[in-house]
């Protein structure tokens, strides 16, 4: 049962990161999000952000605070990318760790519950995000368009290993948030 917690998201998206509105964040009373970086923000191997990325930033910019953190060692890649959303951003996080969610949290002056923790991954983003008591939001991974998309035997592992727990990666109905 303490697994099954840990491991289920609040929300998640039958989609990309960029089905997640300012209109949700509203109902979801969140005023931040902790954004995870590869494979929830950009693909693995992508170079640069693709042209619907930014203009999606923008606009939940108008409602909410956003830090990216990422478990990526390279921190030129992830500020690179930081730079071209113009974000503050931190690298190699080593997530399920908290410090360095909790930092980017507290550098928003909010309290946890009212951040979301936005990412692809069960054992990490959910994982970290939960254990701080934040919102956490499981998203579809993007995938490069030039690169078949895979399913890793890790990822396929994760997958099954947090059902085995007793987690799920469908919300069976959306939670309502309490003041």
């Known amino acids: 049962m303490f697994w099954s917690k840990l491991l289920q998201p609040n929300l998640v998206i039958p989609g990309t990161i960029l089905q997640i509105t300012p ?42 605070k956003l830090w990216l953190v990422s478990n990526n060692v390279s921190e030129a890649r992830i500020r690179r990318i930081g730079k071209s959303l113009d974000l503050p951003y931190i690298s190699a996080a080593a997530k399920p760790s908290r410090r360095k969610v909790r930092r980017a949290v507290e550098s928003m002056g909010l309290p946890p519950e009212q951040v979301g923790m936005v990412g692809d991954r069960l054992f ?44 799920s990666r469908t919300t069976k109905s959306l939670p309502e948030r309490n003041s």
């Open 124 to 167: 990490t983003d959910v994982l970290a995000g939960n254990r701080l008591g934040m919102f956490t939001i499981l998203v579809e991974p993007m995938i490069h368009p030039d690169f078949n998309p895979r399913k890793s035997s890790f990822h396929a592992f994760e997958v099954w290993l947090s059902q085995a727990l007793g987690a």
């Open 23 to 64: 209109e949700l964040l509203k109902v979801h009373q969140l005023k931040g999000l902790v954004l995870d970086v590869d494979e929830t923000l950009v693909p693995l191997r992508a170079a640069q952000i693709s042209e619907e990325l930014l203009p999606w930033v923008k606009e939940v910019q108008q409602v909410a």
